[in-house]
């Protein structure tokens, strides 16, 4: 697993799984793009999410509501009121955080001198229409899960469900972050993967324990480790109003063991706020009068003969969230064969010069200086462990601004294609691209045919992304697909045109594992079969 977020931005900018947004007009806090391998990622985890939780069960119905809403709907769902963190202003260098992110102390400067913490609504407001009336607004909605509650009727009604069912909804949410931090642990731009569970009161507790193991099983199989993930059960004064019990998912990411997933019992709040004639209702929450309502959100329980307003359950996810679980979860910087001693010592040498340059170097402010010599120093307590993470080292912001940096990777670069390598570990339905064709020679047109005419025949099946790839050396070419967790690599060669020495490899090529590294000779006409067999664990 990774060790810092270091490794991480530097991998993920470098092969490009993610950007930081707006980067030519400097960037805009809380904003990330997922570049050419990001989008891959983030599309396979939502689909295994869509896959578990809507294909697989008998019991789920999928939508995909607007991301404008009325303005009404965040009145009555109590986000206007109270839908606000707590802020702070440093009154040294006026820089505004979190109260509750913060130990009275102001992380940029130190200074202990705080205003006292006010409450700051995180919705976006937006105009709606062309028209500058004040009363003409909305907000980008902060979750998707209102989505859901409003259509709630829609979907009973179209599907003639019965209790319990759930509704399942991937999408976009805004949240106004006092301070985004951490990469895209907490952004202002977001995607969020949510179930509402409707079920009968008084099942609600059996389902919410149902209901959290089932996440948490759901999660190892995308490939997190048990150890790094933590039920935590919310303490009765930390529930939200509408909570009767709330279980987060905690995951261990480098910056600390932090929320992935929240798994919420929210009884009958959210259908009964959205309700008209709620007196009527017997609602078990206490709700805000709605005098705008036009439907009653109940459901005709068939065997009682009673209109009923069913509690519900929320397993409410985030998709980068999830990303980053699975980045740093997958991450490893290997050594394939030691170093020797003497190729070491010229990388240690130049770090501990690299280093001294950053301490003294008065240009790079304090907070990079910092993060800078913390990460130096880990690597420098152990080089020949972590010799891979000095490419994330030279890519921190600040690096670039020191001479002696370009000697430092020029000592590096060298070793680490010898002796290392960086690895993401995914489980192949995850992986970005799946399988990547390489040439062994590029300026031999009939590997080259055959191995394009492979990756045009494994991509017409559809299920899987397939690279062709002759852009360097083999060596150098498994590496980089390693560095981006591709899980096979084929190489055709001079044995699969039948020129080697072995005419029995005629029409057959090089599997190479990226896990263990071991090689296979398979038939072309059985790759496909092969690679999906595989592909299964
Ligand atoms: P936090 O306490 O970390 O701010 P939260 O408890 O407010 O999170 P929820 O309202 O429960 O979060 O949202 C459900 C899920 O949406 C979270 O578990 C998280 O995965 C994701 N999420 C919430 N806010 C953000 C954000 N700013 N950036 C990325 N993901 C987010």
């Known amino acids: 697993a990774a060790q810092t977020m270091e490794q991480l931005v530097s991998l993920c900018k470098r092969r490009g799984f993610i950007f930081p947004g ?14 050419p391998l990001g989008v891959e990622l ?3 985890l939502k689909l295994a999410w869509w896959r578990a939780n ?40 006026k820089m505004r955080w979190r109260a509750d992110q913060i130990s009275g102390k102001c992380p940029n400067c130190a200074s202990t001198e705080l205003t006292e913490p006010r409450p700051f609504n995180l919705m976006f407001k937006t105009q709606i229409g062309p028209v500058p009336d004040p009363e003409s607004f909305s907000y980008l909605r902060p979750e998707t899960a209102q989505g859901i509650f409003v259509n709630f009727k829609h979907v009973l009604d179209s599907t003639s469900r019965k209790l319990p069912f759930g509704i399942a909804q991937i999408g976009k949410a805004f949240r106004n972050e006092i301070t985004p931090r951490n990469f895209i642990f907490r952004v202002r731009e977001f995607e ?6 409707f079920v009968r009161p008084g099942e609600d507790e059996a389902w919410h324990k149902k209901w959290v193991e089932d996440r948490i099983n759901w999660w190892l199989s995308v490939g ?3 150890q790094n993930l933590e039920p935590y059960h ?153 010799l891979p993470s000095i490419a994330g080292l030279l890519s921190m912001p600040g690096a670039e601004s020191i001479e002696v940096a370009k000697k430092l990777r020029g000592q590096v670069d060298p070793v680490v294609d010898e002796f290392y390598r960086t690895v993401l570990h995914f489980k192949p339905h995850l992986a970005p691209i ?45 590496r980089r697909q ?30 190479r594992h990226r896990d263990s590294m071991a090689q296979e000779r398979v038939a072309i006409s059985e790759l496909e079969t092969y690679l999906r067999e595989k592909m299964q664990s």
């Not at 980067?23 to 997922?34: F, K, M, N, P, R």
């Not at 969020?192 to 569970?197: A, D, G, K, N, R």
């Not at 019990?245 to 959210?270: C, M």
Request: glycine residues 8%.
């Open 234 to 386: 919310q303490k009765p004064e930390e529930l939200a109003h509408y909570a009767k019990a709330t279980v987060d998912l905690l995951y261990r990411f480098p910056h600390g063991l932090e929320e992935l997933e929240g798994i919420a019992n929210r009884t009958d709040y959210d259908l009964g706020s959205h309700s008209k004639d709620q007196g009527a209702l017997g609602l078990k929450a206490r709700v805000s009068p709605n005098s705008h309502s036009t439907d009653k959100l109940t459901y005709f329980d068939p065997e009682t003969k009673q209109h009923v307003v069913p509690f519900v359950i929320e397993p409410s996810a985030g998709v980068d969230r999830g990303v980053l679980a699975l980045l740093s979860e997958a991450y490893a910087e290997e050594q394939v064969k030691p170093a020797p001693a003497e190729r070491l010592k010229p990388v240690e040498e130049a770090l501990a010069t690299f280093l001294k340059s950053v301490s003294r170097n008065e240009k790079i402010p304090a907070q990079a200086k910092e993060a800078l010599l913390a990460e130096g120093e880990r690597i420098a307590q152990a080089v020949g462990e972590r």
């Open 224 to 226: 997190l480790s048990r």
């Open 54 to 93: 809507v294909w697989e069960r008998e019991d789920m119905e999928g939508i995909d509501a607007a991301i404008l809403m009325n303005k009404l709907t965040w009145r009555y769902s109590g986000h206007e009121e109270t839908f606000v963190d707590p802020m702070v202003d440093c009154k040294n260098c």
């Open 22 to 35: 707006s980067a030519v007009y400097g960037g805009l806090q809380g904003t990330y793009d997922y570049g």
């Open 42 to 44: 983030k599309n396979n």
């Open 434 to 478: 799946k399988v990547a064709v390489l040439p062994l020679k590029k300026n031999n047109p009939e590997i080259v045919s055959t191995a394009k005419g492979i990756r045009r025949k494994l991509q017409s099946t559809g299920s899987m992304r397939v690279v062709y790839d002759d852009t360097g050396a083999i060596g150098k070419l498994y």
């Open 192 to 197: 969020q993967m949510e179930i509402e569970f």
């Open 482 to 511: 390693d560095e981006i967790g591709t899980p096979f690599c084929i190489t055709v060669d001079f044995d699969t045109l039948g020129e080697g020495q072995d005419t029995a490899l005629k029409n057959t090529v090089t599997v």
